[in-house]
């Protein structure tokens, strides 16, 4: 049994950043990431993380590693605690956004999709690639820049069965999250002494 994808198939979006996107997108994105970053300062860094997960895997554009690689780096002791946070809050937005795709896909799903770059043509023509290889899609889009986002909306709105849904998503985001907890746990000082060797001052001082 293959799992290569077949290579007539329409080729799924990438979640990029669009350099003409809205200005006020733009700055509600930085404003949340502001004060997610003032919520863990004030000592609940893992609440901050699992929120932006969840909101970055279900609605809110934006790289899911935002919160979790800074906090991570700034402590890499609780890097491991961090990355189990985002695990959470990255499954619970990706059952968010399958819901979407189920229940609300006319009204919120198809205005994501169309703001992450797909057009209403090119969305319907994956319908098939979804239903014969949709936990699949699920499995790779954690690890790879495909996004997740919007597989999960797929996954809801072209009926992937839930269960091979929520195992794959469960496995893809859990395993992501421990390999680069890992990395930030026994790598972190060094990349930080790095970085402060480069930039000649503490990490701290940079403004």
Not at 37 to 48: N, T
Not at 68 to 93: N, Y
Not at 134 to 146: E, H, R, Y
Request: aromatic share 6%; net charge positive; glycine share 12%.
């Amino acid at each position: 049994m293959t799992t290569a994808l077949d290579p007539t198939t329409p080729a799924l979006p990438t979640e990029h950043r669009d350099a003409s996107a809205p200005g006020r997108l733009r700055r509600g994105l930085v404003a949340l990431l502001a004060r997610l970053h003032r919520w863990a300062e004030s000592g609940h860094a893992g609440s901050a993380v699992c929120t932006w997960n969840a909101l970055q895997g279900s609605v809110v554009p934006g790289p899911s590693e935002a919160l979790f690689l800074p906090l991570g780096l700034a402590d890499p002791k609780r890097a491991p605690h961090l990355a189990l946070m985002a695990a959470i809050g990255a499954t619970a937005g990706g059952l968010i956004a399958y819901a979407i795709g189920v229940y609300a896909f006319d009204s919120i799903g198809m205005p994501l999709v169309s703001l992450l770059g797909v057009s209403p043509e090119r969305w319907a023509s994956m319908e098939g690639l979804f239903l014969r290889r949709g936990a699949l899609l699920v499995l790779l889009s954690t690890m790879s820049p495909l996004s997740t986002k919007l597989v999960c909306i797929g996954g809801g709105a072209f009926g992937v069965p839930f269960l091979p849904f929520l195992g794959a998503l469960a496995v893809g985001r859990a395993a992501r999250f421990a390999v680069i907890g890992l990395i930030v746990r026994f790598a972190g000082d060094r990349l930080i002494a790095r970085l402060e060797r480069k930039l000649g001052r503490p990490i701290e001082r940079v403004r």
